[in-house]
Every structure is written in structure tokens, then in C-alpha cells.
């Protein structure tokens, strides 16, 4: 909080908490607001947000009269301890009931914490939620994102809060500062309507020729986060730079965020500043973004692969001088084609005649006509025609 507060102007900081050791420690121009003495003692929650919830709501009446008059609050707290997991929902609730437009911005546990640390952060973070208007988490598993192996403890968490107070200085930037094109109240108001939806929030600025590029690379794609603006429905984004600023650099600017959903109801700014002389910066504000589990991979157009380039087609006249080539490349194919064999020819099967069965009786008198049949043969055989015929004359026949 403190070196967030050093860096970022034109807002009033207040530290809440039940530590009064760490409440001393504090730099000029932030408030410190101690509560829930009486419990614990001046110490610490520990890892019971019960406590902290507890002690938060032992002083509903004073929390409440931090957000009078205020339009707009930015809830920053650490869940998985005591007294953040526990007072963040009372908070938040106190700031609803203020009528108080409030974004909340969660970090959460690393993974050697415990799993314990995590299901209280878990669960902190569902109770705050439904009182506030847009959340942003941060994982701190996220920071070897943007540490290497050499990087000292200090100098890993200064990082984090660079980036943070940078954020949170170009939101700021984007009210305060009037512009060209003018981002005021009225347009925060719009895009924070509803309770509980998940934001992304970043601002970055790049200086150099390439710093516009850059810029819009590097405010789509925040290392802490696990998601992007793929999905979301409302956006507000300010250009700042110099009055060198290019008409078509805003328009591709614009044109590549809109991509992300061409749905979306987006209120872009543009502001003149002397003192950011070939620098631009870009303050994004996203809200109804979807999370890691629903996002999968990212979909808009500024992740794509580029497109394979297809293969010029050939000239009539190259195509021309290569048909004998195609034409004898053809033929060697066919050649090496292995002639099918050819299936065997089955004959149809004849039917073959039913066989009758007979009795003994049967089978006796086939025997005998056959027999007749034979002799009466047999004698026109033997006996020569001319006697026949005599022989037929002499018994009248």
C-alpha cells in the first residue's frame, strides 16, 4: 500500500487494520484507521478470518463514515491472512450501502502457502464479490512471470506494486486529466452498472516510434493476470500522449480492443499532455471478462496465428512448357499401379432333382417292368426282321 500510495496522485488513501505495529509504519498522505481493538488486542487476525470478520463488523458505524461523499473507492486487500479474507466483505458491503461505486482488487495466495491459505482466500473472495460493482484477482503465483531466478525477495514484491500503481495510475489519469475526446463520471458510472462482475484493468506506456505497438501489445496481455478481456461487454480505454498523436494509430488502436467482441458497448478517450513528448500510454478498463476456466484459449484476433500464404498459381505459359512433365509423370504413376486381381467366377449351383422315397412293394414292381421291358427287347434283338414279321403273320397278329 505504501508504495502505492507514493506513486499514484489524486486520491486518498486509507490503510485499514487490526495490527497497530504495522499501522506505524505508514508514509505521509495515508490515513491509518485502526479497528477492532477490543478483539484483538492490537494484533493481528492470523489466519482466522472469522476474527477479522468479527472485528470489521464490531465497527460497522465507523467503516460506514469512510465512504461518505465518495464517488468512486478502490478496495485493495491480501486474502488467505485473517484480517483481509475476513473485513474485505464488510468493506464492501459498507461501500454498497453508501451508494458508492466500488471496484475490489484481490491477490491471492502462492501455492506453497497451503492449501488451507487458499480455500480462505476462496471463500473470502465469494463473500466480497456480490457487494461490488467489478473485481480483478491476482494470483501471486503469478510474480515468477515477471522475476528471474536472481531476483531478491524485496525487489519481487516492489515489482508487483509498480505494476499495480501503475494500473490504478492510469485509471486515475483517465478521470482526472480532460481530453479531446473526454472520458468523465458519467462513463465510469456506465461501465461499473451491475454487482460482481470480473474486470481487467491495465495501463501502459511505451515511448519511441514502436511505442504505440508496443503499448497496445503490452496493455492486452497483463503478466498477473490469468485472463484477458476476452468476452467483455463493456470497455473504456484513454489515449494519452503528445499532440504528434496519429489519427490512423488511434483507429488501429481502437479497431484491435474492439475485436475482442464487436458486442460490446466501448467508450474510448483521447487526451494531450506536453509532458509526454513521443511516449503514448493506454489506460484499459474491461468489464464482464471471463475467467480461466471459460476463456480457454484466447480467441481474439490479436492472439491469432498468422494465416499460411497460399502458393501463387502458374503463368498459361509455364503451365503450358510443364504439360509433357505432368503428362509423363501421369503415365509413371499408372505404371506402378498394381493391376487388381481378379475375383473368381463361382458357377451357380444346379439344383438337383428331390429323391422319392418308396417302399419295398414299390421298389418289387419297378424291378419286374423293368425286367419285361429288358426281354421284350432282348427278342426283337435276337429274332431277324423277316421272321419276325413271319412269325407274326402265323400267330395273327
Known sequence: MSEIAKSVGRADFVAANTDLQAQRHLPRGVKAFAFGQELTKGLGCGMDDALGQRAAEAEEERIEHLFEGQDICVLVASLGGGTGSGASSVFAKAAKEAKCLTLGIFTMPFAFEGQKRQEIAKVALERATPHLNAYVVIPNENIFRVIDLKTPMKEAFSLVNKRLSDTLGGFIETLAIPGLINIDFADIKTLLEGRGRLAYLNSVQMQGSQGPDLALKEVLHHPLYDYDITGADRMVFNLTGDRGMRM?????????????????????????????????????????????????????????????????????????????????????????????????????????????????LDVKKAQDQEMKELEKKERQWDIPAFLRNSRSQEQGL
Open 248 to 360: 490512423q494509430q488511434v483507429a488501429e488502436i481502437s479497431r484491435t480492443i474492439a475485436s475482442f467482441n464487436t458486442k460490446a458497448k466501448i467508450i474510448f478517450g483521447v487526451s494531450f499532455v506536453p509532458s509526454t513528448k513521443h511516449r503514448m500510454r493506454i489506460a484499459l478498463f474491461a468489464v464482464g471478462c471471463k475467467g480461466k476456466e471459460e476463456q480457454g484459449a484466447p480467441s481474439a484476433p490479436f492472439f491469432k496465428k498468422p494465416a499460411a500464404k497460399k502458393k501463387p498459381r502458374a503463368k498459361k505459359a509455364e503451365a503450358v512448357e510443364d504439360a509433357p512433365k505432368v503428362i509423363e509423370k501421369k503415365k509413371k504413376k499408372a505404371a506402378q499401379k498394381k493391376p487388381k486381381a481378379a475375383k473368381p467366377v463361382v458357377s451357380p449351383k444346379v439344383k438337383e432333382p428331390e429323391k422319392v422315397r418308396r417302399n419295398a
